[in-house]
């Protein structure tokens, strides 16, 4: 592996930090459940139940159509490497997004232009991508506390960062072939590309395979027709995941699908028709984007034609897992305004966190920080064990990886209005960052599936395998 500050470093790190991380669970867990979890001291289930959890795990081991979510030579980092991550990331952020930097992007609705070099500098873009492309090769969980901590600093960065980082190196990673990779990768992982994914439609947002875009087939290639909305990184993308349906009607929605790579900068009908200006993550470049005849070679075609959604869906379990660090970083920083401010700030000639109803708030703010923490954790470090261990491996449980953000979404913008009752009149001022990350916060529980669609999803797992 290269060497890089980020893998290297060893600097000082807080006690709530290094509380985060755990050793790999000891438990070679065998239920269709995640390791680690109460389960392994459960009383025995039912005898019905039982043998149908039994079915489950023996048609997975035998059944699956595994994919590789890792580069071929990962290797699930250590506790000390994440240990080290996470400190190095916190002083990335503490000399590359101060306040100053993060409440400019939000004021003025744009991402600030340099920061994909010094991200690229740092090594940040390419965590989960293979060493041998340049990438730091130390997957999901190591992805999450490097999402936490920017968006600790900055909500907007943060999304900005996992639009790029994992909806469109990890996507290129992981189902592009040698050419594509060669080709993309390095410029990606340095900043001077930067990366999207454009999947959803004005009409197609939940129901996304009911997307309108063509492909149609042509000589050499495929001419692209349709928009796509609420685009992350769009305004800005040299480089753009785009799925369209290659294969006309009757075809059934999900078999239909082909994802393409996009050079946007020499696409002859591509353009950006408005930039969106939304409520929160405004630092995050946001867009409508038009393609009129836009020709993509063949050889840009990711993944297998007609196979799409099979890239489009697991691509959207990792996103979901990878971004619900989005909100753990929201929670601590909500709890880094609120705590010094009740500890200073008195009235009736005490401290407010002398006050029962402040404890118990702070409790609960922090309660519903570390529960999300510890489950977001334990998911993805479930993802990279399993990595190379056909008897373990049964694939990514879509309802895992759903419920990290369903639970993590939901705590931080609770949490974060909290923070701004806590700071009471001062907590509702735009010169404090409270209120940013109220706004921030609520966009979690919109994007990548509403909280609405993550609890669908998770419901028809169970209806799935018991019925």
Known sequence: MPSNPIR????????????LVR?????????FISPCSSLHNARPWPGSARKSAIQVQRRRMSTSNLSRKHPVDFIPPTATDL????ASVQEFCKRNIPEEVAAAADGTNSFPADMWHKLGDAGLLGITASAAQGGLDMGYEAHTIVME???RASGSIGLSYAAHSQLCVNQVSLNGNQQQKEKYLPSLLSGRMIGALAMSETGAGSDVV?????AEEVDGGYRLNGSKMWITNGPDADLIVVYAKTAPPPTQPSKGVTAFLVETKSASGFSVARKLDKLGMRGSNTGELHFEDVFVPKENVLGQLNKGV???MEGLDLERLVLSAGPLGLMRRALDEALPYVHTRQQFGVALAKNQLVQGKLADMYTAYRAASAFTHEVARTIDAAHNSPETNFGIESRDCTSTILFAAEQATKVCLDAVQLLGGMGYMSEVPVGRLVRDAKLYEIGAGTSEIRRVVVGRSFEKEFS
Not at 8 to 19: K, Q, V
């Open 8 to 19: 290297s470093a060893s600097r000082a790190i807080s006690p709530l930090a290094s509380s």
């Open 149 to 151: 901590e920017i968006s």
């Open 23 to 31: 050793p790999t669970c000891p438990h070679p867990c065998r239920t």
């Open 210 to 214: 009911s997307m309108k875009m063509k």
């Open 83 to 86: 240990f080290d991550l996470r």
């Open 310 to 312: 099979r890239v489009l």
